[in-house]
């Protein structure tokens, strides 16, 4: 079965503070998407990740991919009220006709 | 810069009642796709067109028919509504394939629809 899990669900922090959201997916997959919504509105790409050992970075949040452990995370640095919002995580997966294969979403909630 | 485009944005149906939601892309993309998006339970499939002219079904496409009508647009028609189909719904299109492996899907506004 193709599934993406997305741990923690729901994430309530303090500004300043560093947090990880985690991605595991069930198996060989060819490529991982990160997409940050807010309430109400549309989805943002924010990473592709495409190969093990995958590193990128964009302002205060860093994303990585290690496809032996079937794992994502997306790293916070330094948190600020404006990342509050819900990341998802998506997942191609091998032989799947290149459809994405959604997590459940991570919501974020930075308060002041 | 329109990217993609969706109407409407909001709708009230009866049980019963039919309607169809519209999609049109500019980006020249020959993927479009339809999701819908339940609380907690992130985005899933309703079908998709890899190209034009083709159509597949997705993980839920039970009480949904979907037409490629040209390369920019794809509609989603439900022909008899359901309560259970209470959701946001999102057009998306993208390119597929190995080259285009580093583009993402890009995504409409939504549109959120409610089934009394």
């Known amino acids: 079965e193709l599934k993406v899990e997305q741990n923690p669900l729901f994430l309530s922090m303090q500004e300043g503070k560093n947090y990880t959201i985690y991605c595991n997916y069930s198996?060989?997959?060819?490529?991982l998407y990160w997409y940050r919504q807010d309430p109400g509105k549309s989805l943002e790409s924010l990473f592709v990740?495409?190969?093990n050992g995958a590193v990128k970075q964009e302002g205060r949040l860093m994303a990585s991919l290690d496809t032996k452990a079937r794992l994502s995370t997306l790293h916070i640095t330094a948190a600020v009220h404006d990342l509050s919002a819900t990341y998802f995580c998506?997942?191609?997966?091998?032989?799947?006709?290149?459809?994405?294969?959604w997590g459940a979403g991570t919501k974020l909630i930075i308060k002041p | 810069n329109a990217g993609v485009t969706q109407t409407p944005k909001f709708q009230v149906l009866k049980t019963g009642q039919s309607m169809t939601l519209q999609c049109a892309q500019d980006?020249?993309?020959?993927?479009m796709y339809w999701y819908r998006q339940d609380p907690g339970m992130g985005l899933r499939l309703i079908y998709y067109?890899?190209?034009?002219?083709?159509?597949d079904k997705g993980e839920v496409p039970n009480g949904y028919n979907v037409s490629r009508l040209n390369k920019r647009e794809f509609s989603l028609r439900l022909e008899s509504a359901a309560p259970s189909q209470t959701s946001v719904y999102f057009c998306?299109?993208?390119?597929?394939?190995?080259?285009?492996?580093?583009?993402?899907?890009?995504f409409g506004d939504g549109t959120r629809l409610s089934i009394l």
């Open positions: 998306a299109s993208s390119e597929l394939g190995r080259a285009y492996s580093n583009q993402p899907q890009h």
């Open positions: 980006m020249n993309h020959n993927s």
């Open positions: 067109s890899a190209s034009e002219g083709t159509t």
């Open positions: 198996t060989t997959s060819d490529r």
């Open positions: 990740l495409l190969s």
């Open positions: 998506a997942v191609v997966f091998m032989d799947s006709n290149y459809q994405l294969i």
